[in-house]
């Protein structure tokens, strides 16, 4: 299959009027049975990944234009990453399904940027129908992905719908038998509740106030050189991402030491030369911006900006207090404040008295340092020594807590997410012989007859006595 040599294009938004159609001539096809047989589902999944292996070029070149990416950023954080998820189902899934009867009563929808891609193939081996809704916020990953998907997949099984709030409202208003969602807390509620209305389970992947704890006597080059990485992958906007770093009071001087040996190295021209993702969106600029004027912190490295560009570099922060307006909700950006601590508990403490973040993030060779952490906070992932690379991983199972969402969306976590593990019964004539008594008349004979079907209670204070007549047949 050739590659399009179209890589920009104005996005054209679904007509509001075509997206109940859209459902339902889906539905039909679902119903009848196209995609119960676990070949095509296997072929159906193999050419989602060509679409991504032979567009490789024309999917990066859009990321360049939407958001500034390089190509390495756009090859190993989305494309060569949603491979390697599609990948993993598409040589699993036929073991997880053998239990179970092909062709599960659900479709769903999601909304990303190529994360939907892997979503989709967990739709096709779970055998079911979906529409993909597409970020405008991104229009040349969308209009690339929307131009080039007729040409693989079967577009009576799996379609794409483009647009903004109106096109989302329409979406939201019919029925699904599962959403998906990726993105910010405040419009998954607006998701929740509308798949409320029609008792619809979502599965959502947020994000939230990720901290580092930075043990004093870990190395701090390698700390430093694998959080600024994470900082200024993508701008800092990857839900995975590091918000914050608690660090002690006595270890912050040698912990700025670093990132200023580090960002020289990441940026040996300076960051306005180097090749960093902007902004999504102007808002998202302004926004950041607005918080590196206000924040009371100061600068170590970076702070540069370009409106024009909706450009902002990579910026670390010292000195930062724990009521700092860089504190007080995500940062999704190229910002990474340090917060000095001088102790890990008041760490903790303010932590665990908000949002349940999507990951805890722990920097130590210190076996005790790594437990005390793990142990007293809440997440949905536990990473130590690095950040991001969770979402990497097909086997670890990917999802937040409250805020930060909850379901889970890789492998076969979101294999079975995504199907109804539906029981089955046939009972034997036999039967009868032993539940007889549950047929009227009802009898006193016959509730002695059920009662003795109740399993043996251990006592709530169990002395000798008990433990004898635990041995007893009596």
Known sequence: MSSSNRTTSVLQYTSIDEIPKIREHLKATYNSGRLRPLEYRKQQLLRLVHLL???????????????????????????????MDLMHLHDNFEMWAKPQ???????????????????????????????????????????ALTEIFPRYLDQDLFRVVNGGIPETTAVLQLQWDHIVFTGSPAVARIIATAAAKHLTPTTLELGG?????????????LTAKRLLWSKALNAGQTCTTVNHIFVPDEAQDALVEAFSKVYKEFFPEGPEQAPISTLVTDVAFKRIQGLLEKTKGEIVCGGQSDEGRRWIAPTILKNV???????????FGPILPIVPI???????????????????YAFT?????????FGNTHSGQFIVNDTNIQATIPILPFGGVGESGYGMVKGHYIFDTLSHLRATCESPRFVDMIMGWRFPPYTDAKVKQAAAL?????????????????????
């Open 209 to 221: 106030q990720c901290p580092v704890f930075c043990d004093p006597n870990m190395d701090m080059y």
């Open 321 to 331: 207090a724990l009521d700092d307006v860089v504190m007080e909700n995500e940062l």
């Open 365 to 373: 060779d210190d076996p005790k340092f790594k437990e005390y952490v």
């Open 342 to 360: 001088k102790d890990f508990q008041d760490a903790i403490n303010w932590t665990t008295s908000r949002a349940h973040p999507l990951a805890v």
């Open 53 to 83: 292996e032979d567009n490789h070029a024309v999917f990066a070149e859009a990321f360049k234009v939407d958001l500034g990416r390089h190509a390495l950023e756009a090859t190993a954080a989305e494309l060569n990453g949603t491979v």
């Open 454 to 474: 109740k399993p043996r209670i251990p006592p709530l204070n169990p002395g000798w006595g008990s433990k004898l007549r635990s041995w007893l047949p009596f």
């Open 101 to 143: 009867k092909p062709g599960f009563n659900l479709k769903f929808w999601a909304f990303s940027r190529l994360l939907e891609e892997f979503q989709r193939g967990a739709a096709i081996v779970t055998g079911n129908a979906c529409v993909v809704k597409m970020s405008e916020l991104t229009p040349n990953v969308s209009a």
